[in-house]
């Protein structure tokens, strides 16, 4: 019997149906106690350069989430994600709700910002995460079919603010005190505060027995 293990959040039998049906990261098994790291880039905030250094100091392998708008204006930032060796996942052109929009408005999100991503680095983007998380049936069924893994997540927090700050600390223990066995982990690289503590949250985080895992890796 495991014990002394965090609670683990707490999805409803529709969620987890639905969610499952499609094939989506959500959540990954309680049975090794392994992270996935996930970041949502929808602009800079020169905070990423540290994420990565820290990543690349670390030895941790990452997915970044980014828009048509970030793919346009932080190139250099892209090429490092890239050749690091992180994974570069689709967050839309224009970061809409995808669930508010038509099939063909779907296509058009994912497959601009793919086809530009094609075109520099030959390779597609095989990861999604829909905006603020907003999802349908019917939009995850799109997606599906576009061949994308919608990717959620298992822990966040209201880190996505430019200008409000809290300190190292708080991010440190927001997120040490809930990550979990499975956990997929949401963090904003806007955040100074998770730029500061991400060294810390990794160190600790091994310290307790986690492995990091690329997504490439997840156990459902």
């Not at 959040?9 to 959500?26: E, H, R, S, W």
């Not at 392994?34 to 100091?57: A, H, M, S, W």
């Not at 997915?63 to 689709?90: A, P």
């Not at 910002?113 to 030959?122: I, R």
Request: with cysteine.
């Amino acid at each position: 019997m495991r014990r002394n293990l965090p609670d683990r959040p707490v999805f409803t039998d529709a969620q987890k149906a639905t969610m499952d049906k499609y094939g989506c990261i959500y959540m990954g098994t309680d049975e090794q106690k392994y992270l996935y790291l996930t970041f949502d880039e929808g602009y800079e905030n020169g905070q990423t350069g540290k994420i990565l250094d820290t990543l690349r100091e670390k030895n941790v392998k990452a997915t970044f989430f980014i828009t048509g708008d970030y793919f346009k204006s932080e190139g250099e930032l892209i090429d490092r994600m890239v050749n690091e060796g992180h994974e570069v996942g689709n967050h839309t052109m224009s970061h809409p709700s995808v669930a508010a929009l038509d099939e063909k408005k779907i296509e058009e999100e994912l497959l601009g910002l793919d086809l530009a991503y094609y075109v520099k680095y030959k390779k597609h983007m095989k990861y999604f995460r829909p905006p603020e998380g907003v999802y349908s049936e019917k939009c995850l069924d799109v997606i599906n079919n576009l061949g994308y893994k919608s990717v959620f997540w298992s822990f966040a927090y209201d880190d996505w603010y430019r200008d409000k700050t809290r300190g190292a600390d708080y991010a440190y223990n927001k997120t040490i005190e809930n990550i979990h066995p499975g956990c997929v982990i949401l963090l904003h690289a806007v955040s100074r505060d998770n730029a500061e503590a991400l060294g810390r949250i990794i160190d600790s985080a091994r310290e307790a027995g986690y492995t990091f895992l690329p997504l490439d890796e997840y156990i459902p």
